[in-house]
């Protein structure tokens, strides 16, 4: 039986991938229905509706303007219209990157969809900054999942000749690089912001991995070793830390002083930094746990970014205990 | 006994490193004898020896102008006078990032001096940029060795407060990462002479590691994957992939058509790059053991830097046969 595809949400991110997953079912007929609902947050644009400019000019001009969105794509303002109800062996895969968090520590996002729809969810991160995913530059992309069933359905959705998608049996690293990443940008930034060197950020860089994969590995289980080394791993974290929003924040923070709401708000437009959210709940599990010593350059960005710490101190690690 | 250190060489690298390795020898007078001497290749330099300008005024004017030695260091002109002769419990350590090739295939510059002094080498490798370096940057780098009681004596000789040592007991595979990064460069420098954006130079990167560690599991015994992460491995990539003369040239190379040595007459004085060599010669020994398909980032570098093959072909890679 063929699947259908619900698409949730038409930002960059969801309208770039669009492209992708809008050839594709209509390569594979046999595997997918054609048509795929993408819920659209409803908004006016030049006097238009959203949803009627995207059915009928196949085009996000708010959000991925220039850019044609395949004509399978039907934009729905209504949650519940587009996902027409949860059928029998209904699968989810969140593309968000980022981590929510409750008293008891951290909360995958996949774990919520998990909770509330009572699906499995896989994930998939990577390098994809969405403009150039649109723009079809090669990149590579990483399916976390936990079912290799679902992983090899998913694959035939997403992965296209310039997106290509390798799937990892651990959904919980996959998507934890996706956010722990941020955090080593805000170091990465702190380091652009003191003039330091190539020998420099690539240090700070190669530590943040290394604590990437410790705070994994403490606090996750079956998180895998080889998931750092897929894109979603060292190529997101590469990108991350030469271009994106986080560094670039760190950045101006140390080279202006401003606070980070400053920043924000000059910026980005009053939009939130992912990194600063992440390395302070971070931070308050590592505190919880009795375990900043053993992540001392979380732990150093931390004391920059919300305790007056001087940026250079981001050098200025001590050993870690084992 | 304490040990006499002789440093032979004397460029950018060996000068930064030896205000390093002369303040050490300073400060653990049980371990080591203060004095070092340092062999260098003698020319005249405004008239005067550059042997008496180190010993005088303590400064490679001619290699690392603008930081002074370590009075310590002795400049020697002579090799054999520089090293006293090899006694008893002598080691030796290589910093030099590159391998030679013979008909059999790689051949590790610590096992040519392993085999031509009869004695234990071990090799420093890692995101160490000379220039930074001598300027006091923080930066780490890896020690690799097959004797942690080597490791334990040499790391205490070159650690210092901003250049971190770590030690790995693997070292043709901190070895091998110096000289196969190279290669990966000239890939990422290929990337950005064709205006990629920061998804795709980061998955050439994440592939070239790949095949780095395919490449060194394959022909060498004993690598282990956790040199990967050390800073010989990913951090010293990163560095390299966005600095670096490699890089660069490769980049040059897709923008002006100009070959090789034009590229290295007109923007390296005429010194040769070592990604090409190295291209070349790890292209041979895949030829000749019929692995080209199961390196395809690599055969693709060899086949656009010497078969003029399109440098687009570097993001249509077939898929590695395992």
Same mark, same amino acid.
């Given at each position: 039986?063929t699947k ?6 038409s930002?960059?991110?969801?309208s770039a991938?669009a492209?992708?997953?809008?050839a594709n079912?209509q390569?594979?007929p046999?595997?997918?229905e054609r048509?795929?609902?993408?819920w659209?947050?409803?908004?006016e ?5 959203l ?16 850019y044609?969105?395949?004509e ?5 303002? %209504?949650? !519940?219209?587009a996902?027409q109800?949860? +059928?029998?062996g209904a699968?989810?895969?969140s &593309? /968000?990157?980022?981590?929510? =968090?409750d008293?008891?520590?951290?909360v ?6 998990r909770?509330a ?7 998939l991160m990577g390098?994809n ?15 976390g999942?936990?079912d ?5 359905l ?7 000749p ?6 990892a049996?651990?959904?919980?690293g996959?998507?934890m690089?996706g ?12 380091? %652009?912001g !003191? ?5 420099? +950020?690539?240090?700070i860089?190669?530590l943040? &991995? /290394?604590e990437?994969?410790? =705070?994994c590995f403490k ?6 070793e080889?998931?750092?080394f897929?894109s979603c ?14 560094r670039?924040c760190?950045?101006?923070f140390v080279?202006t002083?401003?606070s ?5 708000n000059?910026?980005l ?10 390395s302070?709940?971070?931070?308050t ?5 009795n375990?900043e ?7 150093a960005?931390y004391?920059?970014?919300?305790e007056?710490?001087?940026p250079?101190?981001?050098?200025q690690?001590q050993?870690?205990?084992?």
């Amino acid at each position: 039986m063929t699947k259908k595809v619900c698409l949730v949400g038409s930002g960059n991110w969801g309208s770039a991938i669009a492209r992708i997953i809008g050839a594709n079912t209509q390569q594979l007929p046999e595997v997918f229905e054609r048509d795929i609902n993408m819920w659209v947050f409803e908004e006016e644009v030049n006097g238009r509706k959203l949803t009627e400019i995207i059915n009928t000019e196949h085009e996000n001009v708010k959000y991925l303007p220039g850019y044609k969105l395949p004509e399978n794509i039907i934009a729905v303002p %209504d949650l !519940l219209d587009a996902e027409q109800g949860l +059928k029998e062996g209904a699968m989810a895969v969140s &593309l /968000i990157k980022g981590i929510d =968090f409750d008293k008891n520590g951290v909360v995958l996002i996949s774990n919520i969809i998990r909770d509330a729809l009572n699906i499995d969810c896989s994930v998939l991160m990577g390098a994809n900054v969405a403009n150039e995913v649109a723009a079809g530059d090669f990149c590579e992309s990483t399916l976390g999942c936990s079912d290799l069933r679902h992983g090899a359905l998913l694959r035939d959705l997403f992965n296209a000749p310039t997106f290509s998608v390798e799937v990892a049996l651990d959904p919980h690293g996959v998507e934890m690089c996706g956010a722990l990443k941020n955090v080593v940008a805000i170091g990465a930034g702190f380091c %652009d912001g !003191l003039n330091y060197g190539g020998n420099t +950020k690539a240090a700070i860089i190669r530590l943040g &991995l /290394i604590e990437m994969k410790k =705070f994994c590995f403490k606090y996750f289980d079956g998180v895998k070793e080889d998931t750092f080394f897929e894109s979603c791993g060292i190529a997101d974290l590469i990108t991350t830390c030469f271009g994106g929003r986080n560094r670039k924040c760190a950045e101006a923070f140390v080279k202006t002083g401003q606070s980070w709401e400053e920043l924000e708000n000059t910026m980005l437009n009053g939009q939130k930094l992912q990194g600063t959210l992440t390395s302070k709940e971070v931070s308050t599990i590592l505190k919880a746990h009795n375990a900043e010593d053993q992540f001392p350059l979380f732990t150093a960005i931390y004391r920059i970014a919300f305790e007056g710490a001087d940026p250079k101190t981001i050098t200025q690690l001590q050993p870690a205990q084992q």
